[in-house]
């Protein structure tokens, strides 16, 4: 609701979204999300955004009302606070998928790891007369010769990323 009404209220007022940005002092990308309900305004911001679309809060968050009063203050705390728990929901969420992705990244790096150990470079041995064994050796070579450069940046990285996603207890 929030975010249709401040695509609303910005059009009505004659207001792209790059305007609105300016006067928010925010990116026009920030808008876009806003408005297309990615992200929600924090309460500082949804005030400057009340004052930039010159609109009470109270329309912005789709209820008309005549004129303030301390519960409707708290109408609309309660109702940032619920916005607010559930961006962080979200951001929860994001970050322990991540944590997963990378778990998993670890895992595979060390299985193809111990699986080319476990091969040796057998490609050394063939004979490459045969065209298709050639390319494929050549191939074969190729990928191991660049996952071991890679891999051990790979795996330093998601091991960091790990650290940097877990749980804090």
Excluded at 29 to 44: A, F, M, N, R, Y
Excluded at 106 to 112: E, G, H, K, L, Y
Aim: hydrophobic content about 50%; aromatic content about 8%; glycine content about 4%.
């Amino acid at each position: 609701m929030l975010n249709e009404n401040i695509k609303a209220i910005r059009k009505s007022k004659g207001l792209s979204q790059e305007e609105l940005a300016i006067k928010l002092n925010v990116v026009r990308q920030t808008i876009s999300k806003w408005e297309q309900g990615l992200s929600v305004p924090d309460s500082d911001i949804l005030l400057s955004i009340s004052q930039a679309l010159e609109t009470p809060v109270s329309t912005l968050l789709g209820e008309t009302v005549v004129e303030s009063k301390v519960d409707d203050l708290k109408a609309i705390s309660e109702k940032l606070e619920i916005i607010n728990l559930q961006l962080a929901q979200r951001k929860t969420a994001g970050r322990n998928t991540l944590h997963w992705l990378l778990i998993s990244a670890s895992v595979v790096i060390a299985a193809i790891f111990a699986v080319l150990t476990a091969l040796n470079s057998p490609y050394l041995g063939w004979d490459y007369a045969d065209p298709e064994t050639a390319v494929f050796g050549a191939a074969f070579h190729a990928f191991e010769w660049l996952f071991i450069r890679l891999a051990p940046m790979l795996l330093t990285g998601a091991i960091v990323g790990i650290f940097f996603t877990r749980k804090k207890i």
